[in-house]
């Protein structure tokens, strides 16, 4: 095999991974949307049943916010996974690329740095600018779960003028589900990190 067979075929092979990883990002993207479609089902559901929930089970209130809790997780984790495979591209695939068009080409001056850039100029979560005025923008996705527990949370104390003990506990554990959650989303979306 010449050595310019041998760099066309680990072009292609590259081109090939670079495809399967921005795949598996595009399906991560889909898997999301589908579970903000489901955090709107299950409010609504919620809401639907609340009258009975009001005047019966108040402490319903107190357990929903763990279901919305795992679907922020679940959305957390796509976000994860998304930009995992976004940095493979960015570290591994396209400078590669990049290098193998220039050994194609070793008379030109062919600048590839523009290409397959996106995960390195805007994807990554360094390169955003905005700060906290971008966070109900970027993590719209788990903020509408995390939203809605907090409702839940306040719709409880409305209702609930003397919070029996057992109560307390949950609404403990609500309180660290729902930090955890907001300190993990923020890392996530504007740190490297995962």
């Known amino acids: 095999m010449s050595k310019e067979e041998h760099i066309q075929l680990e072009y292609t092979t590259l081109m090939e991974q670079y495809k399967a990883a921005r ?7 889909e898997a999301s949307r589908q ?3 489901l955090t709107f089902t299950v409010i609504s559901l919620f809401l639907g049943v609340s009258a ?9 209130y107190l357990i929903l916010p763990f279901f919305l809790y795992g679907l922020t997780w679940v959305q957390l984790r796509h976000i994860l996974l998304m930009r995992r495979a976004s940095e493979y591209i960015a570290t591994t695939v396209a400078p590669r690329v990049r290098d193998l068009l220039k050994a194609l080409s070793p008379n030109s001056s062919l600048d590839t740095s523009h290409i397959l ?9 360094g390169m955003r ?4 005025w971008l966070l109900p923008v970027l993590g719209a996705g788990y903020g509408l ?10 719709a409880y104390f409305l209702l609930v003028p003397i919070v029996p003990f057992l109560d307390w506990v949950l609404i403990v554990a609500n309180l660290v589900g729902l930090v955890y959650s907001v300190i ?9 990190f995962g």
Do not use: Y
Request: charged share 25%.
């Open 23 to 29: 795949d598996e990002i595009n399906g991560l993207l």
């Open 145 to 154: 779960p995390l939203f809605a527990a907090v409702l839940s949370l306040g």
């Open 117 to 125: 850039d996106w995960e390195e100029r805007w994807q990554s979560p």
């Open 184 to 192: 993990l989303g923020f890392l996530i979306e504007f740190r490297r």
């Open 52 to 60: 009975f929930v009001e005047t019966k089970m108040p402490i319903a």
């Open 35 to 37: 579970m903000v479609g």
């Open 129 to 132: 600018k905005g700060g906290l």
